[in-house]
């Protein structure tokens, strides 16, 4: 139990970095994207101490000045249809305000505070983080309440095809619900959606693909229409040799620690 916290407590102080990517649009060739990101998931036991201890830290003028300098933002988010019950992640803009927000993380008297209070709050065996990398990103100007995350695996040297045939689909989708004149063909250029490349941290997923949205139930219904789909069943023939889908969660974000203080 030591060791896990004494893991835990290494990899936080490390910093944790976004998903999020600039937005491209649907006609355009995606740019190289250098956003990485690392969730951090928690089997929470005391969601009121969890909470209070992420707030305490983005409160203190160490973790402005952090935030303010590396460009750092803080969410945290709860999970339904998962293990874990909360996931928290930091992001950055880059691999290199991300050393430079490690360093000055691990500056901050009121992180090893947050830390350990962390660790009194939640179930630490359970404990588990993935660094991702964005493939492709669209929307991401704005970050939704919820979004439907699906765990994959594309096998090796299949990336490229995938990423293809998913930005196929969601243009046939699109321009199809669009033509019939279905107000669902917004979703898609309304909706924060992309895939994410898992690097390290998780033997089994290879990649996440999400789809996000501002009204659970809208969000819910949008996605039952999308996947019950014409294009959705070509797209799933296409892939179903090199793709494997192993579970889907709902992501509903609770917190959101921007860069900007509001003044006083």
């Known amino acids: 139990m030591l060791a896990k916290r004494i893991i835990i407590l290494a990899i936080l102080i490390l910093g944790i970095v976004s998903i999020f990517s600039p937005y491209h649009s649907f006609a355009e060739e995606a740019d190289e994207n250098t956003g990485v990101g690392e969730f951090h998931y928690f089997r929470v036991t005391d969601p009121i101490g969890f909470v209070t201890a992420i707030e305490s830290h983005y409160a203190s003028n160490c973790a402005a000045n952090w935030q303010q300098v590396s460009g750092a933002i803080v969410i945290l988010a709860q999970l339904s249809g998962d293990q874990a019950t909360h996931m928290i992640y930091v992001g950055y803009p880059n691999y290199t305000k991300m050393a430079e927000g490690r360093a000055l993380f691990r500056s901050c008297a009121e992180t090893a505070s947050m830390i350990k209070t962390i660790n009194n709050t939640t179930d630490t065996d359970s404990y588990s983080n993935v660094i991702l990398e964005a493939v492709t990103s669209f929307n991401s100007e704005a970050i939704q309440k919820y979004y439907v995350k699906t765990d994959i695996t594309i096998d090796r040297g299949n990336e490229s095809d995938y990423s293809n045939a998913f930005l196929k689909f969601v243009n046939d989708y ?42 659970l139930e809208n969000l819910i219904l949008n996605m039952k229409a999308m996947l019950s789909s014409q294009e959705y069943v070509n797209f799933s023939k296409r892939v179903a040799s090199s793709r494997t889908v192993h579970n889907t969660a709902l992501m509903e974000v609770l917190r959101f620690y921007p860069i900007e203080r509001e003044s006083e």
């Open 174 to 215: 699109s321009s199809s619900q669009r033509s019939e004149g279905d107000s669902s063909g917004s979703f898609v250029s309304n909706s924060h959606h992309g895939i994410n490349r898992v690097l390290f941290g998780n033997e089994d997923v290879s990649h996440y693909v999400y789809f996000g949205g501002e009204n």
